[in-house]
């Protein structure tokens, strides 16, 4: 079971890019750790609509981790 991840706990440490009403980017700054493998991440993307495209993937690592309120996908 994965940790919840909350973007508020992270706000400092974390830039964001990007923010519309049902997608977020972000850049981590900072090193935090992914709630899911526990290795630092590169980037989140929040994905918060019924339907998203997905982002461009250029070969990096994803990990998905579904909350309440979205898809959160954190590339590596
Ligand atoms: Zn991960």
């Known amino acids: 079971m994965s ?12 830039k964001q890019l990007r923010e519309s009403s049902d997608t977020g980017l972000y850049d981590n700054r900072d090193g935090v750790s992914c709630p899911v493998c526990a290795a630092a991440f590169d980037r989140l993307f929040i994905l918060r609509g019924r339907t998203q495209q997905f982002p461009e993937n250029d070969g990096a690592r994803f990990c998905l981790l579904n909350q309440d309120d979205g898809v959160y ?4």
Request: aromatic share 12%.
């Open 3 to 14: 940790e919840p991840f909350d973007i508020h706990d992270h706000r400092h440490q974390m």
């Open 73 to 76: 996908l954190f590339r590596h």
